[in-house]
């Protein structure tokens, strides 16, 4: 008889032996973080070394692992280093690696059928419940992320205002718009277009000078709408807008949807974690009232790539929206096809990955008031960032900060600011000091530190601010040279105070009031 084939080796020795060294190297990789730069640019003639042909034959599981090592491992992301402030990242932890690593060994399904880990991630959904105040039967789904969570809560509000036939009968002409701030998240208008409605039935309410939803504006809208026939269906508050950090006031939004009888839905993606700070959960009083929040895992909670999560108060909405009835799905009363209702039945997917261990075992293993706590630090560091900020003339604060976001930028006597303060980024970024990103606030460009990772400490946020004013006065410097195309007979120092002169007084007029 031929030889069987399996992926399984015959012996397991050496497999094992290189296992437990990927795991050694990976906690040596963490232990020492700090030693390396947050990010380097990954070199042309590495990534022109991945670039081959399907390997049609073996290669020894070393030798790949080599150049894991090598190629893949110093050009990663950056988002563990504890100066990773871009975006808004999380952290990753040992303990959410090693879930992947049992979650891997599982290779569970978790679209249906009836197995633990499928309880595992029940689990998780109700603590996900009871963290927001929920009812204990809320229903919910772990996803990749807030993007697809809020598609969920588009499909799921849709389908409560027009009845699940519009399953069958798609929305047709039925004019239904949806409400929220110019400060959301750009998946949302996403996830009208997905959801067929479009992006403009999306109406984009301004905001206050906190970044806030002006609830004034949107009843107004609401009306005008109504007023022309239209079908206001949905409203979706934001607990943690991406750009500033602000929470809207979403008791107050709670009071408009029921009102007007909308669909209340937050896009909590790192904001909603704050429920578990007992200093931040103020911020969210409302979000108990919502019908379904979006949020991940992965930002604020520390859960390793990718953990997002949809929480609907009531269940029959979400399983009307999604309910699957193919005859492959078919549920039994016993056997591996019982359990009643599958996660394939709760959003789009089918075939589901085991992402709810790495949550359970984060929540499990540091508990939920120990990442509370770090929502908190990174806050408070948040707010020692502003403070240096607001001291530093050379620069000049861009926002309020409500919970862990700082916009800020240099300020220098002229010149083209906002180009300044992308090459200033750019500069940290590829020094590998530091890695904020930018974004827009009131139309210029900020440098903005989104601080999110457990290991950032304030030595972290001195460092930050020092290498963006060594950044921004070697640029003024270097442009007040080339303009005048003489050595440099200037003192840097020189420079430097007359930048910081002129940008203080650019930044006073610039402050806008209210600004803490
Ligand atoms: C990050 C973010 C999203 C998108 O979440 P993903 O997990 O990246 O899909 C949506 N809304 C807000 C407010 C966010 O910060």
Not at 142 to 160: D, H, M, P, Q, W
Not at 273 to 301: C, M, N, Q, T, Y
Not at 326 to 333: D, F, H, P, V
Request: aromatic share 6%; glycine share 10%.
């Amino acid at each position: 008889m031929r030889d069987m084939e399996s992926l399984d080796p015959a012996d397991w020795s050496d497999l094992r032996a290189l296992g437990h060294r990927m795991v050694d190297d990976m906690f040596d990789h963490m232990a020492n973080l700090r030693d390396g730069p947050v990010w380097r640019p990954m070199p042309e003639e590495s990534r022109r070394e991945l670039r081959r042909v399907l390997p049609r034959g073996p290669t020894p599981a070393e030798a790949v692992y080599e150049e894991f090592q090598r190629l893949v491992q110093p050009y990663a992301t950056g988002n563990l280093h504890p100066r990773f402030m871009g975006w808004v990242h999380g952290g990753g932890s040992p303990v959410g690696m090693l879930a992947e690593l049992l979650a891997g060994g599982l290779n569970a399904n978790l679209g249906g059928r009836d197995h633990a880990p499928i309880e595992i991630e029940r689990q998780v959904i109700a603590w996900a419940a009871e963290m927001l105040g929920f009812p204990a039967d809320a229903s919910g789904v772990l996803v990749t992320g807030t993007s697809i969570a809020n598609l969920i809560g588009v499909l799921v509000a849709r389908s409560a205002s027009l009845g699940p036939s519009v399953r069958r009968d798609g929305v047709g002409d039925t004019g239904l718009v949806a409400y929220t701030s110019v400060a959301a998240h750009g998946c949302l208008p996403r996830a009208m277009e997905m959801a067929g409605l479009g992006r403009d039935a999306l109406r984009m309410i301004p905001c206050d000078d906190q970044g806030r939803m002006k609830v004034g504006a949107l009843t107004a809208r609401v009306a005008e709408d109504r007023s022309r026939g239209l079908r206001p269906f949905l409203l979706v508050g934001t607990a943690g807008t991406v750009d500033i950090g602000a929470v809207d006031n979403l008791a107050a939004l709670a009071d408009v949807a029921e009102d007007e009888g909308l669909w209340f839905h937050v896009d909590g993606a790192f904001g909603a974690i704050a429920a578990l700070a007992p200093k931040l959960r103020p911020l969210l009083a409302g979000i108990e009232r919502a019908d379904s929040v979006a949020f991940d895992f992965h930002k604020w909670a520390q859960v390793p790539y990718d953990a997002g999560c949809i929480v609907v108060r009531d269940g029959a909405r979400q399983l009307e929206t999604f309910g699957a009835e193919a005859a492959y799905l078919r549920r039994e009363s016993r056997g591996l096809a019982g359990g009643g209702i599958w996660p394939c039945d709760l959003g789009p997917d089918l075939s589901r990955g085991f992402r709810a261990l790495k949550v359970w075992m984060t929540l499990s293993v540091y508990g939920a008031d120990r990442i509370g706590a770090i929502a908190q630090q990174t806050c408070d560091l948040a707010a020692t960032l502003a403070a240096r900020v607001d001291r530093e003339p050379a620069l000049e604060r861009l926002a309020p900060v409500a919970l862990n976001i700082v916009c800020f930028r240099f300020v220098a006597a002229d010149g083209d600011l906002d180009r300044l303060n992308a090459d200033i980024v750019a500069d940290l970024q590829e020094e590998g000091i530091a890695a904020p990103s930018t974004t827009i606030v009131d139309g210029v460009l900020a440098i903005r530190a989104a601080i999110v990772n457990h290991r950032t400490n304030y030595a972290d946020i001195a460092i930050l601010v020092d290498a963006v004013l060594e950044a921004g006065r070697t640029r003024v410097e270097a442009a007040a040279v080339a303009e005048k195309e003489v050595p440099p007979v200037i003192h840097r120092g020189q420079v430097y105070r007359e930048a910081s002169r002129l940008g203080a007084e650019v930044s006073r007029s610039r402050r806008v009031p209210g600004f803490t």
